[in-house]
C-alpha cells in the first residue's frame, strides 16, 4: 500500500490567518517595548526615567554624571547587552526551529535533534569543571562550546550520510543516539567535579543562561542569525517543496539531499553558535514555529517572517522573569520557557484549528 510522506504541521482549510505585514510590525514594537523592559526591571532598583534617560545619553553620546557612573554601568554594560543577546538568541532558535522541522519532516523537532547543543556541553563543560582552555580567558567558555558543537555536527553528518544521501529517520535517530552520549560524558564530568560552584554553574549553563552575557558576543552572534535567516528566507520556496515530501519535491525541481544537506550545515551553525553564548535553552525553537503556522499559515516565507520576533520576544521575557522570580537568586532561563513552553504547547494541541502532522 502506498504511504503518502509526513507532512509538517499544517493549518486547516478556514483557519484565520493574520496578515504577516501588520503582524511583523506589531511584533518589532513589542519587541523593542521588551528590550526596554528588559533593561528597565531588576534587583538594583532603577527608576525608569533614570533608565530612559541613560539609554538616551547612551544613544546619542550624551555626558554622564559621577553619581550616574554605577546606574549607568548597570544599564549598558550588564542589562542592555544581555537584553539585545537575548533576543538574538531567541531569534536565532525559532529560525532554526522551523528549518528543523522542514527538514527532517517532524513536528517534534528542534534545534537540538541533531545532538549538537549535547555536543557543545561537552565543550563548555570541559572549561567550566577541568579548566580546559582557561588561557583564552573570557572567550574559553564560548570558544571552546563552539568548536565542540562544529566537532559534534561533523560526526554527526558523518554517522547521518548514506548513499542516498541526508534522509529524515537517519538524521534524527543519529542525533538523538549521540546526543545521550554526549549527555553521558557531561554527566560524568559533573558527577566528578571536585567543586560544588563549578557544578552548579555548569548546569545553568546546561538549562541555558544570559548572566554572562556581554557586547562583545552580540555582533558574532546577530550575524550569525541574520545571515542564517537571511539564507532561510532565500529559500523558502525550497522549504515549502520539502515539508511535502521527497518525492514531490523532487517533482517540482528540488533536490532533497541536496537541499537537506545545505540547511543541516546551516542550522547547525546558527545553534552552535547561539548555544556558544547562551547554553542550551530549550523550548523555544519547538514551540515558536507551531505559533508562527498557527497564526499565519504554513507558507514558510510566512512564518519565517514572524517566528524570529515571536522568538526574540518570548526569550526575553523568559530572561526577565528567571532574574525577577527568585531575586536575588537567578533561575536558568530553560526552566523559564519549559514552565511557559509546556501549557501553551498542550493548549495548542488541543486547539481544533491547527493540525500537529497534517489533516
Not at 517595548?33 to 526615567?49: Q, R, Y
Not at 544613544?59 to 549607568?72: H, K, M, N, P
Not at 530549550?282 to 497564526?295: E, Q
Not at 532574574?323 to 532561563?333: D, G, I, K, S, Y
Amino acid at each position: 500500500m502506498h504511504r503518502s510522506p509526513p507532512r509538517t504541521p499544517t493549518a486547516r482549510p478556514g483557519s484565520a490567518r493574520l496578515p504577516v505585514g501588520p503582524l511583523a510590525v506589531g511584533l518589532g514594537l513589542l519587541l523593542l517595548v521588551s528590550l526596554v523592559c528588559g533593561v528597565g526591571l531588576g534587583a538594583a532598583g532603577i527608576g525608569w526615567g533614570e533608565v530612559l534617560r541613560l539609554l538616551w545619553a547612551g544613544l546619542t553620546g550624551g555626558s554622564i554624571e559621577a553619581r550616574d557612573v554605577a546606574a549607568y554601568t548597570i544599564v549598558w554594560e550588564i542589562r542592555l547587552p544581555r537584553a539585545v543577546l537575548g533576543a538574538v538568541a531567541g531569534a536565532g532558535l525559532a529560525a532554526v526551529g522551523v528549518a528543523v522541522q522542514a527538514m527532517v519532516r517532524n513536528a517534534l523537532a528542534d534545534p537540538f535533534v541533531l545532538g549538537i547543543s549535547s555536543g557543545a556541553a561537552v565543550g563548555a563543560n570541559a572549561v567550566i569543571l577541568l579548566g580546559v582552555f582557561a588561557g583564552l580567558g573570557v572567550w574559553a567558555l564560548s570558544l571552546s562550546a563552539f568548536a565542540s558543537a562544529l566537532a559534534a555536527t561533523a560526526l554527526v553528518y558523518a554517522m547521518a550520510r548514506s548513499p542516498h544521501g541526508l534522509t529524515p529517520l537517519r538524521l534524527i535517530l543519529t542525533g538523538t543516539a549521540l546526543a545521550y552520549g554526549f549527555q553521558a560524558l557531561t554527566t560524568v564530568m559533573v558527577f566528578g567535579a571536585s567543586r560544588g560552584e563549578a557544578a552548579r554553574t555548569a548546569m545553568m549553563w546546561l538549562l541555558g543562561s544570559l548572566g554572562g552575557a556581554t557586547w562583545a558576543q552580540v555582533p558574532l552572534a546577530g550575524a550569525a542569525v541574520l545571515a542564517g535567516w537571511g539564507w532561510l528566507r532565500r529559500r523558502s520556496e525550497a522549504l515549502n517543496a520539502l515539508a511535502m515530501g521527497d518525492e514531490t519535491s523532487a517533482a517540482l525541481g528540488v533536490r532533497p539531499s541536496v537541499l537537506r544537506r545545505e540547511l543541516f550545515l546551516v542550522t547547525a551553525a546558527v545553534t552552535g553558535t547561539v548555544v556558544a553564548v547562551s547554553g542550551a535553552i530549550g523550548f523555544v525553537g519547538l514551540m515558536v514555529p507551531h505559533v508562527a503556522r498557527m497564526l499565519v499559515g504554513a507558507d514558510h516565507r510566512r512564518v519565517l517572517a514572524v517566528a524570529p520576533l515571536a522568538g526574540a520576544v518570548l526569550l526575553v521575557w523568559a530572561d526577565l522573569l528567571s532574574r525577577l522570580v527568585l531575586a536575588p537568586v537567578e533561575l536558568p532561563v530553560g526552566v523559564i520557557t519549559a514552565v511557559v513552553g509546556v501549557p501553551a504547547f498542550l493548549l495548542l494541541m488541543r486547539r481544533g484549528g491547527y493540525a500537529f502532522g497534517g489533516r
